[in-house]
């Protein structure tokens, strides 16, 4: 539910706003976004007035503040230079392969940094004017690590908290950034930081003592005189709009139409990702294709159907990974399909949130293998979606996710073999099984949901010592 909240002025920043522009002819309007962070700051933001800063996507445009749905929009627009320099080159060319274990080679580029700063620059200065005396402001991930110590220098008075949706790497990686002090000293201002488990949150404590000036044990550092609280806070879904779109009338005929599509006697196994190379989509077909050759099932009995969200196309390393992906499933497809049954359906494609719930809910095995990844909340949407109680989740080992859902059947994602079987054992799962392992996931799933989450982050940052 909407939490409550007694708070003091809220700013909420993050590289991306809570809305899209939609164009209808020679006019625009803007709609809320769909998607997990917008659906639980809103209700805050809506409540108890206060604004969310960030980027209104696409090149230029105007930077003026506006009002929409109940809360203050304000854009922080890019110049082309800053696209290519600040979000495709530093924040997902730099920051997102270090951050993910060094899955792609990170690019240490001097022209990207200096894009970086000055859009964090940018940043903190639409920010200040916002904020009343005493304001809390939360900054979200990778995009504005600088901003919080951009705003202090200017504004002691501030609470500033940052949350990293992504994970950290371990002090060893972190430490090839050129840039690393910088980075460090620039969250080091915040008052509250967190991260999305335990393990991630203990390599920024280590690095953070290593290469800054910073002091402190368990989840306290210090730095000069200011103390920074350190500590996980694991994102979660909201479950309510999960299961009410699941128990829908409408979801059940969606989801018989899929199966009718896929064939009613044919296992689906299912697969829902950006078209990122940390999402292991690449292993993934290469198992599907390791349980096809081993000939247990063919095409009459299972198909696998990957959905893609196209992503970053414009950085070099996305648009590789889909030239490899979309070989792999035409490769498949040309050894295994049989006429009229296709092995692998590749949907390079955003669909609603109706239909991904009608997936969620076609599917019986659910195929979750990232090769790293903070959290992974659609593993916790595949749960909260099977309100019948069966389906199989895989998950990889690398998701932050497998540390809540441990009865999921736990993968390592690299091992083509062991995914193979791991599928297989996935097909042939008894259904009291599959119902013991389904209970349990949707238990952990329900346990806390995204406001629970907002609530708790916040109430850390206002100083609560229990949140
Ligand atoms: O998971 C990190 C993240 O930046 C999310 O906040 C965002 O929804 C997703 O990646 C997509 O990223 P982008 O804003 O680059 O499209």
Redesign the pocket.
């Known amino acids: 539910m909407p939490p409550t909240n007694n708070d003091r002025s809220l700013v909420i920043v993050?590289?991306?706003l809570p809305v899209q522009r939609v164009r209808r002819g020679t006019t625009s309007t803007w709609q809320t976004s769909p998607?997990g962070?917008v659906a639980a700051l809103h209700p805050l933001l809506r409540k108890h007035g206060g604004s969310w800063v960030g980027w209104p996507g696409g090149e230029g445009g105007s930077s003026r503040a506006f009002r929409h749905d109940g809360m203050d929009i304000k854009p922080v627009t890019l110049s082309a230079g800053q696209i290519e320099g600040f979000?495709e080159g530093f924040?997902?060319g730099t920051l997102w392969p270090l951050y993910h274990d060094v899955l792609r080679t990170p690019r240490f580029r001097r022209s990207w940094w200096r894009s970086y700063v000055e859009v964090n620059q940018k940043f903190a200065d639409a920010i200040e004017p916002l904020v009343g005396p005493g304001s809390m402001v939360w900054i979200?991930?990778?995009?504005l690590q600088l901003v919080p110590k951009m705003l202090r220098q200017r504004r002691a008075d501030l609470r500033i908290g940052f949350f990293l949706?992504?994970p950290f790497p371990a002090p060893e990686l972190f430490a090839r950034m050129p840039w690393r002090a910088e980075v460090l000293e620039g969250l080091l201002a915040s008052d509250v930081i967190g991260f999305q488990t335990r393990a991630v949150a203990q390599n920024f404590l280590r690095a953070s003592r290593r290469l800054t000036r910073a002091t402190g044990s368990g989840c306290t550092l210090r730095l000069d005189d200011h103390t920074i609280r350190v500590q996980p806070f694991p994102i979660a879904i909201d479950i309510e709009e999960f299961e009410s779109l699941a128990n829908a009338e409408s979801a059940g005929e969606r989801t018989r139409s899929l199966r009718a599509k896929f064939g009613p006697k044919r296992k689906l196994v299912l697969g829902v990702d950006?078209l990122d190379y940390t999402k292991g989509i690449d292993v993934r077909l290469r198992a599907i294709e390791e349980v096809l050759r081993r000939g247990e099932f063919s095409a009459r009995d299972m198909c696998f159907v990957q959905i893609a969200v196209p992503?970053?196309e414009n950085v070099d390393d996305y648009a590789s990974l889909r030239r490899e992906v979309e070989q792999a499933v035409g490769r498949i497809n040309g050894e295994y399909a049989e006429p009229g049954q296709v092995a692998v359906h590749y949907l390079h494609r955003r669909l609603s949130r109706e239909d991904l719930v009608a997936y969620y809910m076609a599917a019986d095995v659910m195929m979750v293998t990232p090769l790293r990844d903070?959290m992974n909340l659609i593993a916790k949407e595949y749960a909260a979606s099977r309100i019948d109680g069966t389906g199989v989740l895989l998950l990889s080992e690398f998701a932050g996710a497998a540390n809540e859902l441990r009865q999921a059947v736990l993968v390592n994602p690299f091992d083509i073999d062991g995914m193979a079987k791991a599928v297989q054992t996935a097909l042939t799962m008894p259904p009291a099984e599959q119902r013991r392992r389904m209970r349990s996931l949707r238990n952990a799933v329900h346990s806390y949901d995204l406001y629970d989450w907002a609530a708790r982050f916040l109430g850390a940052l206002r100083g609560d010592q229990d949140a």
């Open positions: 993050a590289n991306r998607g962070l979000y924040s997902n979200h991930d990778y995009h949706h992504i950006r992503s970053r903070g």
